[in-house]
């Protein structure tokens, strides 16, 4: 599978299943229900994707301006940063209102999603790209004939 359908397909589970998860874990971790948990984590997806969209839009704007070309770690790191960070500044307070907790509570479990969406995320696309085969970008080229 490539292309759009792909890129649809992999959105839709990942999603799916975030939402899932983090409905369990916001209401297990905040002492709330799951329905009023889901109510959190749905917003919280739909935040996480349009602030993606807006933070990489911005961020390749700034990086076109750069004189330096490339990316290096350093610029890699950056940017994780200011993705997680505007993240942070957003969900903490949702959180804190929606779920009914201290500022502090809803700090430390949106520390917890961070570290959550790393492995979590790290697994989907390995188990994604188990199923669904790699993109093309990521396959091996054949080798020129004659070499």
């Known amino acids: 599978m490539q292309g759009i359908k792909r890129k649809v397909v992999y959105i839709t589970l990942y999603e799916i299943i975030a939402i899932a998860m983090s409905t369990t874990g916001l209401a297990l971790l905040s002492g709330n229900g799951m329905g009023h948990a889901s109510v959190a984590a749905v917003a919280a997806s739909a935040i996480a ?5 807006v933070y990489n839009t911005l961020f390749e704007r700034w990086e076109a301006r750069q004189a330096t070309r490339g990316r290096s770690v350093l610029r890699r790191v950056a ?9 942070v500044i957003t969900l903490v307070p949702l959180f804190a209102w929606w779920l009914e907790i201290t500022l502090w509570q809803a700090f430390v479990l949106d520390l917890g ?11 989907f696309n390995l188990a994604f790209d188990k199923i669904f085969g790699l993109p093309a970008s990521a ?3 054949p080798a020129p004939q004659g070499a």
Request: proline content about 0%; cysteine-free.
């Open 113 to 123: 999603l961070i570290v959550f969406f790393l492995v979590y995320t790290f697994v």
């Open 49 to 53: 994707v349009m602030w993606n969209l």
């Open 139 to 141: 396959q091996a080229q």
């Open 79 to 87: 940017h994780a940063i200011g993705f997680e960070g505007g993240l």
